[in-house]
């Protein structure tokens, strides 16, 4: 969409798969999303899904902040949701085409894909496992760089429609969500860092019912384990004619998971940069990539790296049940492309327990939940 709207480019969409298919993911549409498809011109991608107006936070000491969302938020099965997007990118132009992509070839003035099909730029929006990033030598991201997590769709719990995350102290940074769908479903799941240790499903879906105990696992269907490369740890947006968006570019939120946004906004900022100029592609990608989310990045790395502490987790859990001003801030820096200040780094700053002085070994040590 975004290669169509910068100008007359002939756009080949290629997947792997036939639409609609399923994507394993948290579902979660935020409404800053929305507002990358509304540049786009796409209508319609959340219809018939009711709009969630609430987020509950529950720290890993236990401390709990539930509140309105500035916007409400939805939660759309990716089935759903990305074939609309595919729909909405053929009725602009684009050609889909079935494809599994196993090599790319770079030339001077075009771009292989298996020997077959010949373009003057390449948009590598191919997911985590992206076989355009390993073409342009990056290797996956180490651990505490990668997450691993589950999902599945459960019973909707009963009460008020809101997003659940509830963070775990036992294997922080972890956390289990509940994202009702409106259909008497929930998306369900738990994710957690890698870190050097291998995790198995039966792990994944220990915890989650661990820290879920209103979800009963025999009644979980559609169980999928999918990585999350997060974004503190990103390759370069590119090379010459080829250009990576989304998961492909590590670009995972790291302090709450979230990607479709980023999808979205990296996808249409890489789509008319290969447009406008293909030769150049790259470069002018990782401009204007650096110009609407360089910030952005750079402050959520940060809270990312703040919040490997759960203390400072359950200090930010605290700040945003006192200070609304605070709660917007954490929504926004975890859902969109907000930015840290001073006055939310003030009030978490005020949560965080104050060393004893005792001279015991631990008296510099804030105390672990």
């Known amino acids: ?33 929305l507002d990358v498809l509304d540049e786009l011109g796409v209508t319609g991608a959340v ?54 992509v196993r090599r790319v070839e770079i030339a001077p003035d075009r771009v292989v894909l298996d020997g077959e099909l010949s373009a ?20 996956v991201n180490p651990d505490r760089h990668l997450a691993l997590a589950i999902r599945g769709y459960a019973p909707a719990p009963p009460g008020p429609p809101e997003q659940l995350i509830v963070t775990s102290a036992a294997r922080w940074p972890a956390y289990a969500w509940v994202f009702p769908i409106g259909d008497g479903r929930a998306n369900v799941g738990y994710g957690e860092v890698l870190r050097g240790e291998p995790l198995s499903r039966a792990h994944l879906l220990d915890r989650m019912a661990a820290l879920l105990p209103g979800v009963d696992p025999a009644t979980v269907t559609g169980l999928r384990a999918h990585h999350l490369p997060l974004s503190t740890h990103r390759p370069a947006p590119g090379r010459g004619r080829v250009v990576l968006a989304g998961d492909a570019l590590s670009l995972i939120n790291p302090f709450t998971g979230e990607g479709i946004f980023y999808a979205l906004r990296s996808g249409a900022l890489a789509g008319a940069a290969a447009a406008g100029s293909p030769a150049e592609a790259a470069r002018g ?21 703040l919040a490997r502490r759960r203390w400072v987790v359950d200090a930010v859990v605290g700040a945003a049940g006192r200070d609304e ?26 949560d965080v327990p104050r060393p004893r002085r005792t001279g015991s070994p631990s008296a510099d040590t804030p105390p672990r939940h």
């Open 1 to 33: 969409l975004g290669a169509r709207r910068a100008g007359a480019a002939r756009v080949l969409l290629l997947d792997r798969s036939d639409f609609p298919r399923d994507k394993a993911c948290g579902d979660g549409i935020a409404a800053h999303a």
């Open 120 to 139: 003057r730029a390449l948009v590598g929006a191919d997911g985590a496992g992206s076989v355009v990033r390993r073409a342009l030598g990056h290797p």
């Open 47 to 100: 219809d018939g899904y009711p709009p969630l107006p609430a987020l509950r936070l529950v720290a890993p000491g236990g401390g709990t902040v539930a509140r309105t969302l500035p916007r409400p938020a939805y939660t759309v099965p990716r089935q759903v949701f990305d074939a609309r997007l595919v729909a909405a990118a053929v009725a602009a132009g684009a050609e889909l085409r079935r494809h599994t």
């Open 325 to 350: 001003r605070v709660y917007r801030t954490v929504v926004e820096l975890g859902l969109g492309d907000g930015r840290l200040d001073a006055r939310t780094l003030a009030a978490i700053a005020a």
């Open 285 to 305: 990608y990782a401009a204007a990539l650096g110009a609407r989310l360089g910030t952005h990045l750079r402050h959520s790395s940060a809270a990312a790296w």
